[in-house]
């Protein structure tokens, strides 16, 4: 199930496995690496940044900045990145604007995961949909790497 | 395309002009504009292309034309609405560039997330 806002994206999905292991996946940065598929340096920590690289099939090497916010066993884990293309600040970004939130609740078949993404509208200026709208041809190498990822 | 899996391309080509010159809309304004329900509301009256007056714009919505208008400059700061007059009326119309690169953008974002949680169901459930 998917729903975009006019200013927020929402994921919910039901995982036919407990929350504790829904919750390892997420928190745990080595876990977490593995199907994100970034190298972490730390372990996540509330009020901590999160650093770390790419290793996405074919943008390995490039950056991970996170600042980690709430993490609440079992029930929610956030974190605020920038909106760049490297993840790191730009030029008169002070704060990383975009809030992701992990919410997990238990359910009978397992748990549902509700994913997060939002503070579109406090972007100083939005880099994603220039680089975007300007690289329709990396979306298409993209979409390639995953296709061929996925089939693998 | 970065981001572990939600990745952006590292290199920024060139800014591209807007076609008649002005520079892009600020797109958080545009998401900021799009933030409130009776703005929603206008934007979907203007959905069917035409020009509206302030009126035709007011019917319907319990607010007086003043509040709509304050609505209507919101949405014109955010380049999502422009105006222009008839005669001695004051017609507004939607800007679909400004739109179509909100929805556009989010929808990006929304694929990006779809991706990664491909990944995660993958990895949880095999």
Redesign the interface.
């Known amino acids: 199930m998917?729903d975009?806002d006019?200013?927020k994206?929402t994921?919910t999905?039901e995982?036919?496995?407990p929350i504790a292991?829904?919750w390892r996946?997420l928190t745990d940065h080595k876990e977490f690496?593995?199907?994100?598929?970034?190298e972490l340096d730390q372990k996540f920590e509330p009020g901590e940044k999160s650093t770390g690289r790419?290793?996405?099939p074919?943008?390995e090497g490039?950056?991970?900045v996170v600042y980690v916010e709430r993490m609440e066993p079992e029930r929610l884990f956030s974190f605020r990145?920038f909106d760049s293309?490297?993840?790191s600040p730009a030029q008169g970004d002070d704060q990383p604007a975009l809030l992701v939130e992990f919410l997990l609740e238990k359910v009978p078949s397992g748990t549902r995961?509700t994913?997060t993404?939002s503070g579109?509208?406090?972007?100083?200026?939005?880099?994603?949909?220039?680089?975007?709208?300007?690289?329709e041809e990396?979306?298409n190498s993209?979409a390639e790497n995953?296709a061929q990822y996925?089939s693998a | 395309m970065k981001r572990a899996g939600i990745v952006r391309p590292k290199t920024l080509p060139n800014i591209v002009q807007h076609k008649d010159q002005r520079p892009a809309p600020v797109m958080a304004a545009v998401f900021a504009a799009l933030g409130d329900d009776t703005r929603l509301v206008i934007i979907s009256k203007l959905q069917d292309g035409a020009d509206h007056s302030i009126s035709k714009l007011t019917e319907g919505l319990s607010l007086t034309r003043q509040g709509v208008s304050r609505h209507l400059r919101v949405l014109e700061e955010a380049r999502l609405v422009r105006r222009h007059r008839v005669g001695r009326e004051t017609r507004y119309h939607l800007e679909v560039e400004a739109l179509e690169r909100a929805r556009h953008y989010l929808a990006h974002v929304s694929a990006q997330w779809d991706d990664a949680i491909e990944r995660l169901t993958k990895h949880l459930e095999g």
């Open positions: 998917a975009a006019h200013d994206i994921k999905i995982l036919k496995v292991r829904v996946a690496g593995r199907w994100f598929q970034v790419m290793t996405y074919g943008h490039a950056p991970w990145w293309a490297d993840g995961l994913i993404e579109f509208s406090a972007l100083p200026q939005p880099r994603r949909i220039e680089v975007m709208r300007r690289n990396g979306w993209q995953l996925c």
